[in-house]
């Protein structure tokens, strides 16, 4: 049965009997009872009947709901045979008034899970019935309704008609009950002590509820013995009183919905943990959702086998039966942390479980960003280690050609000019001739070689840097290139290296495809970015993905976090502009 | 003339000794790094050292960092820079440091014995020294519009020598032209250029260079 059917079948069942309750008074007459009484009992019963629903329809598994109802319906049975009088009604009511006073006790020490736990609660609450039926019990069957100028047949159990054994019995239940009370208030009040502040955030609307009923009580019960009070003082104290027992039903209510508030705060830590916290963060959030100012978030630590805080500090797990709970957070099997909650909040369990769950979540997503992050900053350091190792290797490659290769065509040329000077005047022309093409080949491989060398690694770059390099580059341009900036200081040698390849790449594309008639470098360093640019007069239309050129630069600046951008209408030439960070 | 040489290379450096010797310069010592350098030119004072520009122990500047140590602290010591790198930005840089009597030469220009003595005696006597393949490539460096254009061919070849760092005797020799012509050359192509006539031949090496250098758009310097 659904849970709506079944809380709509109980309130209408409900509402009818109010309605045939205050039928049947009305057709008897209001009996020995003022019409202001039976307003007040009404109330008070639908109080507890609303709320009891309520709570039910909220809280379908939680006993407090099915309770108030029961304390309501008890109530009201109990308040009936004052209107209608009857044997059977004046001697059930006798016995069952009380019950629902043992109800609210049941519900005191069963709230807010539904169930007591302790055995001393269950001991207590036990006796409040025993109290209620068995007192009543044992009074009843010495009352004679003749002592009170009622008929004799009301009291369907009377079995002893005896005044003064009915005053006894009267007066040891009277004693026994108030002790009881007591007791009961006694054991509250520890609770209410030893409750941590998320259990008193529920807690405190029962208890003021019950405490203002109670002093209600205490003031109705001291002005109904003076008989000096004149009678609408009596009306105003039963009024005060019955408006007191009405909030208490209410009290359980609201602190019912606290933890249901609670609970709809998951939806909110969810969100929240959707954007990510800093781990510190998150045992903030996770107290406020939970309202557990003292909660303690460990995370996993599977190296070191044990939790740690957010500032890296162990986590010690709390004892068996200490004021702190544990909920492990747990992803597919595996631990990703601890909760350690107040242990009042094992009353919610399921609102554990969710922010348990939520956090499992949220924390396996951190670790599996983190790990994600350290896998991309690992791939980025190999690649930017790959282009700084392809650098030094460039260097290396130009530096042997200038030492070796170099050095000795140079040896060589030197050796032929010795040679030919040292040829006598008239030697043979062909020799002469020799010496001089070879000298003159020399010559050609040496500048090839210098040009080679420069396009690999140029040694400016690395000894003078970016601008007399660019400098270089666009003397050496095959159409005119203005260089308008240049950085005045020297920057980190892979940046240089990027910005410089960049730029001849460029230049180098815009000399084959753009049919430009002129270009133009900026390159400047502001803000700890180094910002290279090359735009043309040409064609445009430039494809980025064209050659593999363009996309190897491309890999070259990201390896350096930095960013290359083209832009290339069709008729309005190309700027190709990267952007290096360059904090040195 | 007295002359002494530095480079680390030692087949190299005997040989441009040797080749020195050949066409009649009295080479009086030989260093294999900048400070062998740098004691020999304190204790000899030759007219001329020639200098490689990559030398221990970096093997980066060392060559142009002597050659401005020298120029400073003995300043009748005059220095030609041999170098393979052929880059303006080191000869406006050896130019910028002195007044005078430096060079910055190819290495391979030691095949052209004509050329190399040349630079030796001309640094010696105080004049600057560009390799011409350095001219070559800035005279031939594309600009639009390029006032080059409206010099004539043989106002061309005298700027040449012009940023060579020749001095108008210099240039008149080589081109047999008088002073008188080569005078009214060199007037004709500074104010084609715009450029202002300046009161040394040494300091116009500097101005031509520099216009030369200049991109297509006269607005921006370069480095």
């Given at each position: ?38 307003t007040?009992?009404l ?7 609303g ?8 809280r ?51 709230f ?32 004679d ?107 359980f ?14 939806g ?37 086998g ?59 997503n ?31 490659i ?118 430009a ?68 | ?19 020195l ?14 400070e ?151 007037r ?14 040494n ?21």
């Amino acid at each position: 049965m659904s849970r709506r059917l079944l809380t709509g079948l109980t309130a209408a069942g409900l509402v009818g009997l109010l309605i045939t309750l205050s039928v049947a008074v009305f057709i008897h007459g209001y009996g020995p009872v003022p019409w202001w009484r039976l307003t007040l009992d009404l109330g008070v019963g639908s109080s507890f009947l609303g709320a009891g629903l309520i709570a039910w329809w909220r809280r379908p598994k939680n006993h407090v709901g099915r309770l108030l109802v029961a304390a309501g319906f008890a109530f009201l049975v109990g308040a009936a045979p004052n209107y209608v009088q009857s044997p059977l009604t004046y001697t059930v009511r006798w016995l069952e008034s009380s019950v629902y006073l043992a109800i609210l006790v049941q519900l005191l020490f069963a709230f807010p899970s539904g169930r007591i736990s302790s055995r001393l609660e269950r001991f207590l609450s036990t006796a409040a019935y025993a109290d209620a039926v068995l007192g009543s019990l044992s009074t009843l069957i010495f009352l004679d309704p003749r002592s009170r100028g009622l008929p004799a047949g009301l009291n369907l159990l009377l079995l002893f008609p005896n005044q003064r054994l009915f005053s006894l019995a009267d007066s040891a239940l009277t004693s026994i009950t108030v002790a009881l009370t007591l007791v009961i208030i006694a054991v509250f009040v520890q609770r209410w002590g030893r409750a941590s502040a998320p259990a008193r955030r529920i807690i405190a609307p029962v208890g003021w509820s019950l405490a203002l009923a109670g002093l209600a009580f205490v003031v109705d019960t001291i002005v109904s013995r003076q008989p000096s009070v004149p009678s609408w003082g009596h009306v105003a104290t039963a009024v005060a009183q019955t408006g007191a027992v009405m909030l208490v039903p209410l009290g359980f209510l609201v602190g019912l919905l606290r933890s249901q508030l609670a609970r709809s705060a998951v939806g909110d830590l969810v969100i929240d943990l959707g954007e990510t916290p800093q781990p510190g963060q998150l045992r903030e959030m996770l107290a406020h959702t939970l309202r557990d100012p003292s909660l303690k978030l460990g995370y996993w630590i599977a190296e070191m086998g044990a939790y740690v805080d957010a500032a890296g500090t162990p986590v010690k797990l709390p004892e068996e039966g200490s004021s702190q709970a544990v909920a492990m957070l747990q992803h597919e099997g595996e631990p990703v942390g601890v909760l350690i909650h107040d242990a009042a909040l094992i009353e919610e369990p399921r609102l554990v479980e969710a922010v348990a769950a939520a956090t499992g979540l949220a924390l396996q997503n951190e670790r599996l960003q983190a790990a994600l992050r350290a896998q991309l900053e690992e791939i980025r350091a190999s690649r930017s280690r790959i282009v700084e190792a392809a650098d030094a290797e460039r260097r290396r490659i130009e530096r042997d050609l200038h030492d070796g290769a170099q050095q000795r065509l140079v040896g060589i040329s030197l050796a032929l000019q010795l040679a030919n000077s040292r040829l006598a005047p008239g030697a043979d022309p062909e020799v002469v001739e020799a010496l001089k093409q070879a000298s003159q080949e020399l010559s050609s491989a040496l500048s090839e070689l210098r040009e080679l060398g420069h396009g690999i690694h140029p040694a400016i770059l690395t000894e003078e840097g970016l601008g007399p390099a660019l400098e270089s580059l666009v003397e050496r341009a095959s159409l005119p290139v203005t260089l308008k900036t240049v950085p005045t200081r020297r920057l980190p040698a892979p940046v240089e290296a990027a910005a410089y390849f960049v730029v001849s790449e460029a230049l180098a594309n815009v000399a084959k495809y753009s049919r430009a008639s002129c270009a133009t470098i900026i390159a400047s360093a502001v803000d700890g970015r180094l910002l290279v640019e090359v735009s043309d007069d040409g064609i445009g239309g430039a494809d980025a993905t064209r050659g593999s050129g363009l996309r190897g630069l491309a890999d070259r600046v990201a390896a350096l976090d930095g960013s290359i951008r083209i832009e290339s209408v069709a008729g309005k030439g190309t700027t190709i502009r990267a952007e290096i960070p360059c904090a040195s | 003339m007295r002359v002494v040489v530095a480079d680390d290379s030692t087949l190299l450096r005997e040989g441009l000794v040797r080749l020195l010797r050949e066409v009649g310069f009295d080479v009086v010592g030989q260093a294999a790094n900048a400070e062998e350098l740098l004691r020999l030119v304190r204790s000899e004072q030759p007219d001329v050292a020639v200098v490689d520009i990559r030398m221990p122990p970096t093997r980066t500047d060392e060559g142009l960092k002597a050659a401005e140590q020298i120029r400073g602290g003995s300043p009748g010591v005059a220095v030609l820079i041999l170098s393979e790198y052929l880059e303006s930005h080191y000869a406006i840089r050896l130019i910028q440091s002195a007044s005078g009597g430096i060079g910055y030469l190819l290495k391979e220009r030691v095949s052209d014995v004509q050329t190399f003595a040349d630079a030796v005696r001309r640094v010696a006597e105080g004049e600057f020294v560009i390799d011409p393949a350095i001219v070559t490539q800035l005279v031939g460096r594309r600009r639009p519009p390029n006032p080059l254009d409206e010099l004539t061919r043989r106002e061309l070849e005298v700027l040449g020598l012009m940023a060579e760092g020749r001095t108008n005797r210099s240039i008149g020799e080589k081109l047999f032209l008088s002073a008188n012509t080569v005078e009214s050359h060199v007037r004709n192509i500074l104010s084609k250029l715009d450029l202002e006539e300046s009161p040394g031949d040494n300091r116009r090496v500097l101005a031509v260079i520099t216009y030369l250098r200049r991109g297509a758009n006269s607005e921006a310097a370069p480095p």
